[in-house]
């Protein structure tokens, strides 16, 4: 490996470490306050929200973030041609799908005041789903530190504004107003960091080119479409099949998983524009990347595993105190579950930038659908920890059937 790159790849994964420890140390005392002040009801129905937001903002990208930053990795010469195509197509399909979540939202059973506050999440969302787009061109120019400080900032305003209101006002209502305040902040810095970057970009507006666009960005959309399923549903249906305590439950204990993966999400941003780029002009420094990355993730998801099952009951109490005792058994479970997360955003990386996304894609799809049926089956016999126990099957199933494709595909 060219020591350029190599001491690239550690510069932008500084930058993104620094991001995600102090973003999750953040998170993690605005959690631990919440739990403490609002109890598991308030932390499931905050949770509830953004995951609800989360999974209706499926008809956001279509895989167009995931495809133009590929592109503009192997050149930057699409800057002209790809980029302000598919930035318009973007815009339309962020306003598009707001109609869609204000329509559901509608006729969603929950009171008044929750309907609002998801309208107003989703009104900021729709700046979150453009802003993504340039996160991708600055990933795609190899520069990680601009988007650590955007998502520092929005975290400090987070944790600064979100804790006095938690602990003396005790308002859900208002800390998601001070949140969607910070997340605007987060989303036009990443917007003015790219134009710096990249240069300004006039968004075009163009039918015919979108649709020649759709039609090689959908398979990373069925991808993301998958792996939100697998990945939030089980808050959405679980809140919907038992409630806010059990969701709180849920939430409270994967909180923990969420810190442990802050290490794969600082390793793949960092490794993808170069496996793009090397692909073809020299696998065998793409074979290195990956086959050291999946030893590392697969040790670190192993001690993280250890930590999380060995030391359940002291996590809980001491971080979110008794009345988050019940979610002992469901931390250890997802705990089982952290080094196959850990490896499956790995292998959907390799499989992603080197032009077997649809091989991930139907990976992807069948283990998102069998999470579905293990999630209605296993919620309504068990609860949260049936919410557990299908995320880990699901991930354990994906691991299989990657890690087979993935080094198959290596050996070409």
């Given at each position: ?26 998170a ?6 919440m ?68 329509v ?18 989703g ?61 605007v ?28 666009i ?57 490794i ?6 090397l ?17 590392t ?46 490896l499956n ?17 139907k990976?992807?799809g ?47």
């Amino acid at each position: 490996m060219a020591k350029s790159l190599k001491w690239k790849l550690i510069e932008n994964a500084g930058w993104l470490f620094i991001a995600e420890v102090l973003s999750k140390v953040l998170a993690y005392g605005i959690i631990v306050v919440m739990g403490r002040t609002l109890g598991p009801e308030g932390l499931g129905l905050y949770s509830f929200i953004f995951y609800y937001v989360g999974i209706l903002g499926v008809f956001s990208d279509f895989g167009v973030n995931f495809y133009v930053t590929k592109e503009v990795s192997k050149d930057k010469n699409r800057l002209r041609d790809l980029v302000p195509v598919a930035l318009g197509l973007k815009i339309s399909l962020a306003f598009m799908n707001f109609v869609i979540l204000a329509v559901i939202t509608l006729f969603l059973p929950k009171p008044l005041w929750v309907k609002l506050l998801i309208l107003g999440v989703g009104v900021e969302a729709i700046l979150y789903w453009v802003a993504t787009f340039f996160t991708g061109l600055m990933y795609a120019h190899e520069v990680t530190k601009y988007e650590a400080i955007a998502r520092i900032t929005e975290r400090c305003w987070a944790f600064i504004t979100g804790v006095p209101i938690l602990y003396y006002l005790r308002s859900l209502r208002t800390f998601v107003e001070a949140l969607v305040a910070g997340y605007v902040v987060r989303d036009t810095m990443r917007i003015y960091f790219t134009t710096k970057i990249a240069g300004f970009v006039r968004p075009k507006f163009k039918l015919k080119e979108w649709l020649g666009i759709l039609r090689r960005s959908y398979p990373f959309w069925l991808i993301n479409l998958f792996t939100m399923i697998y990945y939030q549903t089980d808050v959405v249906m679980l809140n919907l099949l038992r409630g806010n305590y059990e969701t709180g439950l849920y939430r409270g204990a994967y909180m923990f998983i969420q810190v442990a993966l802050l290490v794969p999400t600082v390793v793949i941003p960092t490794i993808l524009p170069p496996m793009a780029r090397l692909w073809e002009k020299d696998r065998k420094i793409v074979r290195t990347l990956f086959n050291k990355a999946y030893m590392t993730l697969l040790g670190l998801g192993i001690v993280g595993a250890g930590g999380l099952m060995a030391f359940p009951n002291l996590l809980i109490t001491i971080f979110l105190g008794s009345k988050f005792l019940p979610s002992i058994p469901i931390l250890k479970i997802l705990g089982v579950a952290v080094p196959f997360m850990f490896l499956n955003s790995l292998i959907g990386s390799l499989m992603n930038a080197t032009g077997k996304e649809l091989e991930f894609t139907k990976i992807v799809g069948f283990t998102a659908l069998l999470n579905v049926v293990l999630n209605y089956i296993l919620i309504s016999k068990y609860g949260a920890s049936g919410a557990a126990l299908a995320t880990l099957v699901s991930q354990v199933s994906v691991t299989i059937m990657g890690s087979y494709k993935a080094y198959h595909h290596l050996k070409i």
